[in-house]
């Protein structure tokens, strides 16, 4: 039992350049989100996907795309990376019909973009 | 909308003694939940606690307490006898709307930085 599980780790990208950065949690769970974490900051919701088939914008949309490919996956795509995209990313999924709706995230992918 | 504000930037304690972060929160919501989550060094995100608006006690997690003042919208951490270990991030995040319908959706505060003094 993983849990939520991010790949890559670590990501260095040059200015305009497209990367997806990957999730999959193993916990059922029918929402999943994307958060960034900049220094200092408390983490900012990019977009969630309330149930398999469906996604929708948080916070900070812009610059980002998104693809719930199944219930287990949810993918972040960066189209043109931008440096102000440098942050850690994470990935976290939760049951919502449970009574604290606990998130439960993964290990984060820190992206740097040059 | 919601907003989570933390006022402590950063916070030191010695081991063994008791120390109180400080959360405060606004929103419209009727229903409502709280979180604390420890963000170690090593980056990974851990829930801590949760407080529902209509808990009428405060939550207990082992030496992990909050301190639910609902006509202060505030959400303190209490962590008791503290560790060596407890030095990390804190953030206390919330998450609104009742039933579903929030979706799980959380806003974080800016989070405190905790250090325990051997």
């Known amino acids: 039992n993983a849990g939520v599980t991010q790949t890559p780790k670590f990501q260095v990208l040059k200015t305009g350049q497209s990367m997806t950065l990957q999730c999959a949690q193993d916990?059922?769970?029918?929402?999943m989100y994307w958060y960034r974490q900049d220094p200092g900051m408390g983490l900012r919701l990019i977009y969630y996907?309330?149930?398999?088939?469906?996604?929708d914008k948080g916070e900070v949309p812009n610059g980002y795309n998104v693809s719930r490919l199944n219930k287990r996956e949810f993918s972040l795509r960066l189209e043109s990376a931008a440096p102000s995209q440098t942050s850690v990313y994470f990935c976290?999924?939760?049951?919502?019909?449970?009574?604290?709706?606990?998130?439960?995230f993964g290990p984060g992918t820190r992206l740097t973009v040059t | 909308a919601q907003k989570i504000t933390q006022t402590q930037p950063g916070m030191f304690v010695q081991e063994k003694e008791a120390v109180t972060l400080d959360c405060t929160y606004d929103?419209?919501?009727?229903?409502?939940?709280l979180f604390w989550y420890k963000q170690p060094s090593s980056g990974e995100m851990i829930f801590l606690i949760y407080?529902?608006?209509?808990?009428?006690q405060n939550a207990t997690e082992g030496r992990y307490s909050l301190n639910f003042q609902k006509a202060r919208k505030s959400a303190n951490l209490v962590i008791s006898a503290s560790q060596l270990g407890d030095s990390a991030m804190y953030f206390c995040?919330?998450?609104?709307?009742?039933?579903?319908?929030?979706?799980?959706?959380?806003?974080f505060g800016q989070g405190t930085i905790l250090t325990v003094h051997p």
């Open positions: 996907s309330a149930s398999e088939g469906t996604t």
């Open positions: 976290a999924s939760s049951e919502v019909w449970t009574v604290s709706y606990e998130q439960y």
């Open positions: 995040a919330m998450r609104g709307g009742a039933g579903g319908t929030s979706y799980g959706k959380l806003t």
């Open positions: 407080q529902g608006s209509y808990d009428e």
């Open positions: 916990m059922n769970h029918n929402s």
């Open positions: 929103t419209s919501d009727q229903s409502y939940g």
